[in-house]
């Protein structure tokens, strides 16, 4: 007999749960986690692979535990008039979300989200013990100031996250809605600014808004825009005891000697890590015209990847790109699916896969 979770005394809250899943396939063209399909540019990476060597004798000892150089790096690269202490790091961002709710949320307590939105935040909420609350977006997925505000005001969380751009929609959020939610909420506003990177100038960032709001959080990852989702780091700003807050449910010394000597590297040199953001968006753009142009219908994105909608067997079409040796995302909305932006030569290979893929099904 073989054991299954039922013979565990797992906690009741899990049970029936799935995990977070994307496929990791072994294929050529992986476009399905929004990653930056660029490797790290060879002279970055011999310097983060020196200043790595450099801390390895050391390994013996904790690193520090504040990770003061590391906080420094990331408020001077944000701007904003930013300091370290305003800036909270862990291993990717998803463990500082964690860590929010740890700190703000937990057993008898609420998270908010406007779905379809990052499906992580529900895994987490649910981690921690607290109930998800689905809010939900307008036309197109669009979010209103109004309407935000009205859904907030009624379902009382005690943290809501506002994913901007949205993931997996790529819809852009105007900061309108970001004010009218921290003024409808008495809770914690986390504003997930993961590919903030792509998301137009003009669009600006909740960091312009941190100040006298101590219950605004922005979050920000170094995986997807700054090509480095393997060494696992995100970061997030807010006001001071936030951070003293977030302080209170970190696991001592979580951001190790080797990732903040990695972090710290590749921080030095974010214009050339940044370098491949201009084209990621030009590559999207092409998505968004191609699949139009092949009669699907692209939705508004601000980030490194496109939702398109019409397609009329979503699971079917996910496996012929499969056999062809590209990967995109089933996001589980029917008739949809989601493509990251690649390379020229990847996304090139995307868009006439699918050209061939609906040839055949027309
Ligand atoms: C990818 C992503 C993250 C980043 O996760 P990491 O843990 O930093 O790799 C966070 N939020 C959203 C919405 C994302 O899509």
């Known amino acids: 007999m073989t054991v299954t979770l039922d013979d565990l005394p797992l906690r009741d809250d899990l049970r029936g749960q799935t995990p977070y899943g994307a496929p990791q396939a072994p294929l050529a063209i992986a476009l399905n986690v929004n990653e930056n399909t660029h490797p790290v540019p060879p002279v970055v990476a011999d310097d983060i692979a020196r200043s790595v060597a450099e801390v390895v004798a050391g390994l013996n000892r904790y690193p520090d535990r504040e990770f003061y ?3 420094e790096a990331f408020a001077g690269y944000l701007g904003h008039d930013l300091t370290a202490e305003q800036i909270w790091a862990a291993n990717g961002s998803n463990e500082v979300l964690q860590h929010v709710l ?19 935040y529900t895994l987490l909420a649910r981690g921690v013990g607290s109930e998800w609350i689905a809010g939900t977006r307008g036309e197109r997925f669009e979010m209103s100031p109004s309407d935000a505000a009205r ?77 480095f989702a393997g060494a696992r780091v995100g970061y997030l700003a807010a006001d001071p005891v936030v951070i003293d807050a977030l302080r209170l449910v970190r696991l001592p010394y979580h951001l190790s000697a080797v990732t903040q000597a990695a972090a710290l590297a590749a921080l030095r040199h974010s214009e050339e890590m940044l370098r491949t953001v201009a084209d990621i968006v030009l ?5 968004s015209e191609g699949v139009a142009a092949l009669g699907y ?36 909305i029917p008739g949809h699916l989601r493509v990251s932006a690649g390379t020229e030569a990847e996304t090139t290979a995307f868009l006439d896969a699918l050209r061939d893929i609906t040839a055949e099904e027309n």
Not at 102 to 120: K, L, V
Not at 304 to 317: E, I, K, Q
């Open 69 to 71: 150089d590391l906080r």
């Open 283 to 287: 590559q999207r753009d092409r998505i």
């Open 297 to 332: 219908d692209p939705y508004r994105t601000g980030s490194n990847f496109v939702l398109f909608g019409g397609v009329a067997d979503a699971r079917a079409v996910w496996q012929k790109l499969y056999d062809r040796g590209v990967l995109v995302r089933d996001v589980g």
């Open 102 to 120: 740890q700190a703000f949320g937990g057993p008898g307590r609420t998270a908010m989200g406007f779905t379809p939105t990052y499906s992580m």
């Open 151 to 227: 859904q907030v005001r009624e379902a009382n969380p005690d943290v809501v996250f506002l994913c901007s751009p949205n993931n997996p929609t790529g819809t852009p959020l105007s900061l309108d809605v970001v004010e009218a939610v921290y003024e409808a909420s008495r809770g914690i506003v986390v504003v997930d600014e993961a590919y903030a990177e792509f998301a137009p100038a003009e669009s600006g960032t909740a960091l312009s808004l941190l100040p006298g709001r101590e219950r605004l959080l922005v979050s920000r990852t170094m995986s997807k825009a700054f090509a």
